[in-house]
């Protein structure tokens, strides 16, 4: 079952990269090409006496990562706190000192149900104290017109072919290799603003997308297509250390960063590689070029991003006022 998903999601992938060479002149290609400019941000705040609480987000909508910085009004009260914030089941571990603040990244799932969700920040005053509640606030959730497409043309011959028993027994090691990556654990090693993968490149596939195959819809895209010509530069979102770097039959040469806090970015179809597994990046560190590696039609960087087991849209991480440190 995973592996047929992920089989789906691959050719998902490659179809939508391949669509400017395949299918050109469909309208698909024209709605889906769009320069990426620097959005705004929308903010929302919520304060008691003693915190204050600002949360920023491209919008605050279904497949968006909303940012979350905590200010502390009490000099007495935060001196040696610790924060978290509980949204949607969800448990988000905040970091930071009284003087900057803290903050925090929180994950609205795509398939996250819009509506008014409670969120509340906890707060323990000392190492030995208890956790009790400090603020809590609502936060109107909205739904994301998630693009469709609707696909005419006949997949290639190389992607619906019959695979020898042995490439079959290999892709299924590359996703169990891949699953393991996404198991790791470690503590938070993202900080300060997000950087760009592909500076400025187009967005040739949006984030979710999902195609009509003769009307019956594929598996949404698990990232976003960044357009690309071979060798250009593939640049780490934000620093992290990268726990898988490898050539696999679909996704061709993936490099895989933990962030920390089962927070993860990806990196597919490179034509080289230039870190290894274990290697310690910062954001902007050069991770390997542009390719079509694996199983794909053109050049281009597919980029995605997990936080907790979740996608989400790699590009609203971009515009987060994320503090420097
Ligand atoms: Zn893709």
């Known amino acids: 079952m995973a592996f047929h998903r992920r089989v789906t999601q691959v050719i998902a992938c490659i179809l939508v990269a391949g ?15 769009k320069n990426r400019i620097v ?19 491209r919008k605050f909508a279904q497949g968006e990562v909303i940012y979350l910085d905590l200010q502390c009004r009490s000099q007495e009260r935060c001196k040696a706190a610790h924060f978290y914030l509980s949204a949607w089941g969800k448990k988000v571990s905040l970091q930071g000192e009284r003087k900057r603040g803290w903050d925090g990244l929180l994950p609205v799932g795509p398939t996250m149900r819009p509506g008014l969700y409670r969120l509340n920040l906890f707060v323990r005053e000392s190492d030995a104290g208890v956790w009790r509640s400090a603020l ?28 020898p028993p042995q490439t079959l027994r290999e ?7 891949i699953n393991a990556a996404f198991r790791t654990r470690s503590e938070r090693q993202w900080q300060g603003p997000f950087g760009d993968a592909r500076e400025l490149a187009p967005v040739t596939s949006p984030f979710y997308q999902t195609r009509l ?10 990232g976003v297509d960044l357009s690309g010509t071979w ?9 992290g250390t990268v726990v898988l770097a490898e050539d696999f039959f679909y996704e061709g040469k993936i490099v895989i960063v933990d962030h920390g ?8 179809h490179l034509s080289l590689m230039q870190v290894k597994t274990g290697a310690q990046v910062r954001r902007g560190t050069l991770l390997g070029y542009v390719g ?34």
Request: hydrophobic share 40%; net charge positive.
């Open 171 to 177: 892709i299924a090691e590359q996703g169990k290799k």
């Open 231 to 239: 060798g250009e530069p593939v640049r780490a979102i934000q620093d």
């Open 261 to 268: 806090e089962e927070f993860f970015s990806y990196y597919q």
């Open 213 to 222: 195959y003769n009307g019956i819809a594929g598996r949404p895209h698990t």
């Open 19 to 33: 669509s400017a060479l395949l299918i050109a002149g469909m309208d698909l290609v024209a709605d889906s090409i």
């Open 39 to 57: 959005e705004k941000i929308e903010a929302r705040e919520f304060a008691n006496d003693h915190y204050r609480v600002r949360l920023s987000a």
């Open 136 to 163: 809590n606030f609502a936060l109107r959730i909205e739904a994301t017109a998630f693009p469709q497409s609707i696909v005419k043309l006949t997949v290639p011959r190389k992607f619906t072919r019959k695979l």
């Open 292 to 325: 079509s590696s694996g199983v794909s039609t053109g050049p281009h960087l597919h980029l995605s991003v997990r936080m907790g087991g979740q996608l989400l849209s790699p590009l609203s991480l971009l515009p987060l006022p994320v503090r420097e440190k």
